[in-house]
């Protein structure tokens, strides 16, 4: 009789378990699908299909041609963060469907022009108006990043490390602990680098290699040049002068900016107003396309890598009077083959 009063208490309480055990579970937040643009497909002069729409800047965002080229732009998440010269702040932004729209005017305030923004995936980082470089939390809170004399700085995704960048020094690799740039880990681009680049605009990573781009010369003529390194300091190829055994075929006459993305490099060439896109695998080349009617004929046009092979652009006009609508934002789109 006990043993029967026993069983049937351990049967109920399984049951009970069992049920409680199979309750569901709170769902998570679902983040809000990504909205398909419109883009209208165009040739390249060899025929490859890019995908170009034409952005709202709903509140007038306006980089400045003093702001660091390794760091007008930055993105974490669905958040860009962009050096606002009509607020002299760095403002985050977001894209609404064709509407690029500013969210928080003034993220951090007193920015001076030739500043850098970057990310280390967690935190914003920037030069501040004293030249010492400050993390930016998401709760607001301000730190101290680092307390080397760095000209700019860029972080490593995917990985607690960030990149230091100067115009005549080398690349320098440091990881990061406690919110804060820690020991040296190695040497990505050496200092002596003739041939490569003598005269660097910036760099850019994507989390695997760095890509410093810039112009160099070719013999008596000035040519744009992308070195490309791994993390590890190892060379892998340059783009640039086709003349070149070194060099990935692609004649650059220059390297304004760079964004890369999945499967592409992206440039442009602001001597001939060209955007020039490569293959990330090997440096060949995938196609050329004149960007004066696009861009107006505008060099000051600075780039960002998105998602699915998709490129921000955005172009400082060219007359006052238009300085009063801000920059023009565009969308490219590659199609893989």
Do not use: W
Not at 4 to 26: F, H, N, R, Y
Not at 117 to 142: E, F, H, P, W
Not at 185 to 203: A, F, S
Not at 232 to 258: C, M
């Amino acid at each position: 009789m006990l043993y029967m009063i026993v069983l049937t208490g351990l049967l109920a309480a399984g049951l009970v378990l069992g049920c409680d055990s199979e309750k569901p579970q709170p769902a998570e937040p679902q983040q809000p699908p990504k909205v398909s643009l419109p883009f209208e497909k165009i040739k390249m002069d060899q025929g490859t299909e890019l995908g170009i729409i034409k952005l709202n800047n709903v509140d007038k965002i306006f980089i400045a041609g003093k702001f660091s080229r390794t760091g007008a732009l930055t993105k974490m998440g669905d958040v860009i963060y962009i050096g606002n010269t009509n607020t002299k702040t760095i403002s985050e932004a977001k894209l609404d469907g064709e509407d690029l729209k500013i969210t928080k005017a003034d993220v951090v305030k007193d920015v001076p022009e030739d500043s850098f923004i970057s990310n280390d995936g967690k935190n914003l980082i920037y030069r501040n108006a004293d030249g010492k470089i400050d993390a930016l939390a998401a709760d607001g809170t301000v730190t101290a990043f680092s307390d080397k004399k760095i000209k700019g700085m860029v972080g490593v995704p995917g990985k607690a490390e960030v990149l230091s960048f100067a115009f005549g020094t080398a690349v320098m690799r440091y990881g990061v602990a406690d919110g804060k740039v820690g020991s040296e880990m190695n040497v990505v681009i050496p200092q002596e680098r003739d041939k490569l680049l003598q005269d660097p605009n910036g760099i850019t990573c994507d989390g695997t290699n760095v890509y410093m781009y810039g112009t160099t010369l070719d013999g008596k003529m000035s040519v744009g040049a992308v070195a490309v390194y791994s993390l590890d300091g190892a060379k892998q190829y340059v783009l640039g002068n086709k003349y070149d055994k070194d060099r990935s075929p692609g004649f650059l006459a220059s390297a304004f900016d760079v964004a890369v993305t999945e499967d592409y490099i992206v440039v442009f060439d602001g001597n001939i107003r060209r955007i020039d896109i490569f293959n990330k695998k090997d440096g060949s080349i995938v196609d050329t396309m004149k960007a004066d009617k696009m861009f107006d004929g505008q060099t000051g046009v600075q780039l960002l890598a998105m998602e699915d092979n998709e490129v921000l652009a955005i172009v400082r006009p060219g007359s006052k009077s238009e300085h009063e609508s801000g920059d023009k934002v565009f969308m490219l789109k590659m199609y893989k083959s």
